[in-house]
């Protein structure tokens, strides 16, 4: 029922710009931390972007500068504003979130489906 609904990849030329999207569906009790990771072809999956519930980030040493995470909670929505692009960002991207579902119980990892980001000319 509680499902992480991405949206915003595609093909972008390097230097390009993309805005990635994860709005948490289904009824839950509370959100805390939210984040990106991204997973290239024959590479382990990697944190990308990280934010808590008090709006505190961080992020790989190979996108600072360039990412910015931030999230709406009033939409129960996370976003990845990706801008400089290169062809090393290149991944799927997924998105995930420690959801509180029922009050007396406690925060789970849930993970969206995963969205192709493909940087190229």
């Known amino acids: 029922q509680v499902q992480l609904v991405e949206s915003g990849g595609g093909l972008v030329q390097p230097g390009g710009s993309l805005r990635l999207s994860c709005a948490v569906s289904g009824s839950i009790f509370s959100i805390n931390a939210m984040g990106w990771y991204r997973q290239a072809p024959g590479k382990q999956r990697e944190l990308v972007a990280h934010?808590?519930?008090?709006?505190?980030?961080n992020y790989a040493d190979s996108v600072k500068g360039r990412f910015t995470i931030s999230r709406d909670n009033a939409k129960n929505t996370v976003y990845l504003q990706m801008n400089s692009l290169k062809p090393e960002d290149t991944a799927v991207y997924y998105c995930n979130a420690d959801l509180l579902i029922r009050r007396n119980s406690y925060y789970r990892a849930y993970w969206g489906q995963g969205t192709q980001v493909t940087v190229s000319s």
């Open positions: 934010i808590t519930s008090g709006d505190n980030t």
